[in-house]
């Protein structure tokens, strides 16, 4: 499984950086476990958080793998994957960053 054979299966793609797609092929693989029929509508950031959006709605299980990976990426870094991250902000932008990113960025935490 890797990021493709997600994006085959996400109508409206996929817009979320590198650090986030680790977390995304292991969403997939219980995802097809918990519910083979499950379809992605999009899977993006949105106010700096993971957003899983599916076609139709799925069973508790799905759901709570779903709501698991939004929890865990809260804490990822969307650029490099580190599990320093916290919600950082510049400007009206949002997105979760370690601190070398947000650095590197020029976001700040969010207050
Ligand atoms: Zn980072």
């Known amino acids: ?34 519910d083979p029929e499950l379809r992605y509508l999009t899977i993006s950031q949105k106010y700096g958080r993971l957003s899983v959006i599916l076609t139709s709605d799925t069973n508790e299980e799905a759901r ?21 991250a916290t919600l950082c902000q510049r400007g009206s932008w949002l997105r979760t960053l370690c601190p070398s990113c947000a650095a590197e960025q020029k976001y700040v935490v969010k207050t």
């Open 1 to 34: 499984m890797d990021i493709d054979s997600i994006r085959a299966r996400c109508s409206s793609g996929i817009s979320v950086d590198e650090g986030w797609r680790p977390l995304l092929i292991t969403l997939d693989a219980a995802l097809t476990e918990a």
């Open 64 to 84: 709570q793998l779903i709501r698991d990976a939004e929890e865990a990426a809260l804490k990822t870094c969307e650029m490099c994957g580190d599990n320093t």
